[in-house]
């Protein structure tokens, strides 16, 4: 059973170990929904680092995501929780091990709708880990970028919802992940393919095309903005996204990734427009 939510003292610095990117935005966010996203992307890492480790046999992945899957649909204890990952537990990294933690720092009335999206993830999780995340066409792609980013996008519209009553367009919020994930996608496509023998990019499409279906995500997430009224929610949204346009930009000139100084700069022009 999930007892009543206590933060961990130590939950940021999981955070900002295991995301530099999404830390950043996440502090700016009020507290119930600063509690409330945070947890939520440290459970949702801790499936993700189940579905990427490098050293886990695909069936294995897929038993243990499926089993998550269904844990998430009922009241569990950590014990549960504990023995799912148990073949796998000596593998797995602080954020995976510590999810019950991370279930248990949700604020209540946001618990729920994290654990309900935490269970399709994991299952859509599963179902690529069986596929060996083999994509063929767009359709796969938006299948794909759905369960490991739209969802997290339909979730965060639920959040500001239930902290501040706003109303948001789910289609713009599944572009919001979506763009970010395409980004990633772009960002790795060479790693994946030659180290994991995996490409997310659909049969005959070129590098060309990845990025029009990037660009095109992210004009919705920029849609998704304007629609948002609390700052502290325009800014954690603002930061990642205005991350995915210049890391896209840096890439079509060759570059991975931006500078370290590009990124401070980017978080202090941010600030800069919500001030103003």
């Given at each position: 059973m999930i007892r009543k939510e206590t933060f961990p003292k130590d939950a940021m610095r999981v955070l900002k170990e295991?995301?530099?990117?999404?830390?950043?935005?996440?502090?700016?966010?009020?507290?119930?929904?600063?509690?409330?996203?945070?947890?939520?992307?440290?459970?949702y890492r801790a499936i993700d680092e189940i579905e990427d480790h490098e050293d886990i046999p695909n069936?294995?992945?897929?038993?243990?995501?499926?089993?998550v899957a269904e844990l998430?649909?009922?009241?569990?204890?950590?014990?549960?929780?504990?023995?799912?990952?148990?073949?796998?537990?000596?593998?797995?990294?602080?954020?995976?091990?510590?999810?019950?933690?991370?279930?248990?720092?949700?604020?209540e009335g946001a618990r729920d709708?994290?654990?309900?999206?935490?269970?399709e993830m994991a299952y859509g999780m599963a179902k690529w880990v069986q596929r060996n995340?083999?994509?063929?066409?767009?359709?796969?792609?938006?299948?794909y970028t759905y369960y490991v980013a739209g969802i997290v996008g339909l979730y965060l519209s639920k959040v500001w919802k239930w902290s501040y009553g706003q109303e948001s367009d789910d289609e713009l919020a599944?572009?919001?992940g979506r763009g970010l994930q395409a980004v990633n996608i772009l960002r790795n496509q060479e790693e994946d393919l030659e180290e994991r023998g995996v490409s997310f990019v659909p049969d005959g499409w070129t590098r060309d095309q990845l990025f029009a279906y990037a660009e095109e995500n992210l004009a919705k997430a920029d849609a998704?903005?304007?629609?948002?009224t609390d700052k502290s929610a325009i800014m954690f949204c603002r930061l990642p996204l205005a991350f995915a346009h210049k890391?896209?930009?840096?890439?079509?000139?060759?570059?991975?990734?931006?500078?370290?100084?590009?990124?401070?700069?980017?978080?202090?022009e941010e600030k800069a427009k919500l001030d103003k």
């Open positions: 295991t995301s530099r990117t999404f830390y950043i935005p996440i502090t700016f966010l009020k507290k119930d929904m600063k509690h409330a996203v945070a947890s939520a992307y440290l459970v069936p294995t992945k897929h038993d243990v995501l499926m089993q998430f649909k009922r009241p569990f204890t950590e014990e549960e929780y504990l023995n799912v990952i148990a073949p796998i537990r000596g593998q797995l990294p602080e954020v995976s091990v510590r999810c019950y933690e991370w279930i248990e720092a949700c604020p709708m994290m654990l309900e999206a935490g269970s995340w083999q994509v063929h066409t767009k359709e796969d792609l938006d299948e599944l572009g919001f998704y903005i304007e629609m948002l890391s896209l930009d840096a890439m079509k000139k060759g570059r991975e990734k931006m500078t370290r100084e590009e990124v401070e700069r980017t978080v202090e």
